[in-house]
């Protein structure tokens, strides 16, 4: 169950993240409701990970989830650079995670 909460949490990271771009810096009051709503649950869900699971992995892992997430959502919805070594360097960061996973002991 932990790495169920991790992954929510990685994801609602992407959604703040896109949230923090769509409110022009808080001045649209519903999108910063649901901004800082989803920076709550994130962290409650981060904090229940890291309960049973060791905190370098499952911090590595949520920021990974949120990075890619956001790079992939700024490439597609916002049309942001698909430049060859920024996504090599994304390319990487999956790396990391995916190595992460297997080597963590839960």
């Given at each position: 169950m932990a790495w169920i909460y991790v992954i929510i949490a990685?994801?609602?990271?992407?959604?703040?993240?896109?949230?923090?771009?769509?409110?022009?810096?808080f001045t649209r009051p519903g999108i910063s409701v649901l901004t800082l709503?989803?920076?709550?649950?994130?962290?409650?869900?981060?904090?229940?990970?890291?309960r049973t699971l060791p905190m370098g992995t499952v911090y590595t892992i949520w920021t990974g989830i949120g990075v890619i997430g956001s790079v992939t959502f700024g490439i597609i919805v916002?049309?942001?650079?698909?430049?060859a070594l920024r996504?090599?360097?994304?390319?990487l960061i999956l790396i990391g995670i995916v190595g992460l996973k297997f080597v963590a002991k839960e």
């Open positions: 990685g994801l609602l990271e992407v959604a703040w993240t896109v949230g923090l771009k769509t409110s022009e810096g709503a989803g920076v709550i649950l994130s962290f409650i869900l981060l904090a229940l990970g890291m916002f049309g942001e650079s698909r430049d996504l090599t360097c994304v390319a």
